[in-house]
């Protein structure tokens, strides 16, 4: 199980997730569930361009930051997403954070959302980040302690309005792994 830069190799596994993901009723908006799975699977190369022009902060629309995405995968499955903001935005600093993440629904609650966070932690000390904002939902007990089990600190809790769940805010300080 490793991550990896998204890629060609996993179309079948990641179409497989999507249709999971848009069975769900969740209170998170997941960046997946605004993806078409039609067109993404006509035009899957396009998709993996935008993924990796994101991360050079090209073709981004106005206020978005650069981020670089990667795939949790185990063998040819693709089990989730993790994503590095590189910087943050003034609403990214109140609810967003510079990680985000999320486990296809059928590989939940096996350790994959632990794992992930490890995982891309030093990657985001490599982009230059000292200390991480990572950000949940107050009803979301499984980020919240996997976030915990990853070192994060609670700061405090921030209101998204409109009756939506209360945004957990902790931060992580970055370290490069040993060798």
Known sequence: MHLILPSMKYKDSYLDALEEYLQLDADDRLDVLVLNPKSLEKDFQTY???????????????????????????????????????TLTPELLRIGGHIGYDIRPSERGR????KILELVLPKAKELGIPKALV?????????????????????????????????????????????
């Open 48 to 86: 993996i361009t935008q993924l990796h022009e994101e991360s050079e902060g090209k073709h981004l629309p106005q206020g978005y930051v650069p981020q670089t995405t990667y795939w949790l995968v185990d063998g040819d499955e693709f089990i989730g997403r993790v994503s590095i903001r590189h």
């Open 135 to 179: 950000t949940c939902n107050d009803t979301n007990l499984g980020s919240k302690k996997i976030i915990e089990a990853n070192g994060g600190v609670f700061e405090n809790s921030e209101s998204q309005g409109n009756g939506l769940p209360r945004k957990l805010r902790y931060w992580i300080t970055l370290k490069l792994q040993s060798i």
């Open 111 to 114: 350790g994959y959302g632990t």
